[in-house]
C-alpha cells in the first residue's frame, strides 16, 4: 500500500473510534435519564406567556395569509385581535378597516363608512405610515376618487421612494388624454419651455449689466421715466404671478435686481454716486482692454517672429496662448497657430493635414474676406508640393489685396519653378543623339526583328 494511502486509513480508523466512544457515551447518559433537563426546557418553552407585541404580529401575518388566501373573514378576524392587543398601530387599524371594506358589497353602507373613516384616521394619526397610505390610496380609488388617490400615490412615493404599489397606483389612477387634449398639453409644455429659456436668458444678463441696462433706460433717464420701467417691469416679474411654477424662483431673483436697480436710481444721491463708479468702471475697462489688446499684439509679433525663424513648437505654444486670453475668437491667431502646428506634427501625426485643412475651411466660412487664410493656404499647399492649388490660393488673395508682396512673392517663385523644370526638360531633350532617341523610339515600338 502507498505511504499516502496507509496514512489516510489511518486517519479514518481514528476518526471511527473517536466517534463511536462518543456515541457510546451518549447512549449511557440517555439511558442514565441525565438528558431529561431538555425536555422539561421544552414544556417551559410551550407554556411562556409570549409579549402582546409579538403575538400581535403573529396575528398581523395570519391576517395577511388569510387574505392572500381569499379568506377574508380569517383575515378580519386576525387583524382584529392584532389591533386589540396593539391599539396604538395604525398598520393593524388600517389593514383591519381596508379588509372590512374591501369585501363589503354596499359601500354606502354604515360598516363601510366606518372602515372608511378608520382608514383616513390612521393616516392621519400617522402620515409616515406607508401601509396605511397605500390601503387609503387604494379606497380612494375603489370609491372612484382617482385624482385624490393619484395625490396619495405621490405622497407615498416621498416616503418610500420606489416603491412598486405606489407606481402602480400611480399608474392606474393616470387620467387618459384625448388626442385634443395631448396636443395642447404638448403645446403648453413648449411655451412653458420657451418661457424658461427667456427667463434664465433674462437674467444672466441682468447679472451682468448695470442698474439702467436691467431698467432698458440709457443713463440719462429721467426720474419719472425710471419710476414708470419699475412699476412696468415690477408688475411683470412679479413673484405673485408665478407661483406653484418652475419660474418662481428665477422671477424671485429677476424681481431682486429690479428692486436693486430701482432703489439705486430713484435716489439722488444713491445715483450720483453710482454714475460716478460706472465713469471709473468704464475708464478703468477700457485701460484694460488697451493693456489685453497691446499683450495680443505682443504675442502675434513674437509667434510671427518664430515662424520666420521656422522654430514652429515656439509658434504655436505663443499663438495658443494668445487665443486663450482673448474672449471673442481670432481668427488670424487661430490662422497661424494652425499654421505653426501643422509644420511641427508633419511627420508625427498622419492626420494633420486633414486637421488642418478643416479648420482652414470653418475660417473661410466664418471671414471669406481674410487675405492672411489664402496666403497661408497657398503656403500649404505648396508644401505639399500642389503647386496649381497654391498658385490658386496666392491669387486670391491678390483680388482681395492687389499690392500683397507676398502673394506676389509667392507667385513669382511658382511660376520660376515651374519654367525652370520646363528648362530643363528641353536642355535634356535637345543634349540627346540620335542613338539616345533612336533607343527612345525602340523601347516605345519595340525591337525591330533580324
Known sequence: MPPDLKKLSYQIFEWASTIFEALVVWEKKRLGGEFNIFSEMEVQCNNFNRPANLEAEILFFKGQRFLKNNDPSAALSAFSRAHGLEPNENEYRAWKAWTMFRYEENHKSASAKTAFAEIRKAVAED????????????????????????????????????????????????????????????????????????????????????????????????????????????????????????????????????????????????????????????????????????????????????????????????????????????????????????????????????????????????????????IIRGKFYRKLEIDSRALTQFEHALTLDPDNIEALREIRLIKQRSGTTEKHAETAAAHEGPEERKGLLRSFWGKKKK
Open 127 to 374: 402620515p409616515m405610515c406607508v401601509a396605511a397610505q397605500l390601503l387609503y390610496a387604494q379606497t380612494l380609488e375603489k370609491e372612484g376618487h382617482g385624482e385624490e388617490a393619484q395625490e396619495i400615490y405621490r405622497q407615498t412615493l416621498v416616503i418610500a421612494p420606489g416603491s412598486p404599489e405606489a407606481l402602480a397606483g400611480l399608474k392606474r389612477t393616470r387620467p387618459i388624454l384625448t388626442m385634443e387634449e395631448l396636443d395642447e398639453f404638448e403645446s403648453e409644455t413648449e411655451r412653458d419651455l420657451d418661457q424658461e429659456h427667456r427667463f434664465r436668458h433674462l437674467l444672466k444678463r441682468m447679472e451682468t449689466v448695470d442698474y439702467f441696462t436691467i431698467l432698458g433706460l440709457d443713463r440719462t433717464a429721467s426720474p419719472a421715466a425710471i419710476k414708470a420701467k419699475y412699476f412696468e417691469l415690477a408688475k411683470q416679474y412679479h413673484p405673485d404671478n408665478y407661483k406653484n411654477t418652475k419660474l418662481l424662483m428665477i422671477a424671485e431673483k429677476i424681481f431682486i435686481l429690479i428692486n436693486e436697480a430701482y432703489d439705486v436710481l430713484s435716489n439722488k444721491k444713491k445715483r450720483v454716486l453710482y454714475e460716478r463708479s460706472l465713469r471709473a468702471i468704464d475708464t478703468q475697462k477700457s485701460q484694460i482692454d488697451l493693456e489685453r489688446k497691446l499683450s495680443d499684439d505682443r504675442l502675434m509679433q513674437k509667434g510671427m517672429a518664430f515662424l520666420q525663424s521656422n522654430n514652429w513648437g515656439a509658434a504655436a505654444d505663443l499663438f495658443e496662448k494668445a487665443m486663450a486670453q482673448t474672449e471673442s475668437p481670432n481668427l488670424r491667431c487661430q490662422l497661424y497657430h494652425t499654421w505653426a502646428v501643422f509644420n511641427r506634427d508633419i511627420r508625427q501625426d498622419p492626420t494633420i493635414r486633414e486637421k488642418a485643412e478643416s479648420i482652414f475651411l470653418q475660417i473661410v466660412q466664418q471671414d471669406p474676406k481674410l487675405v492672411d487664410l489664402y
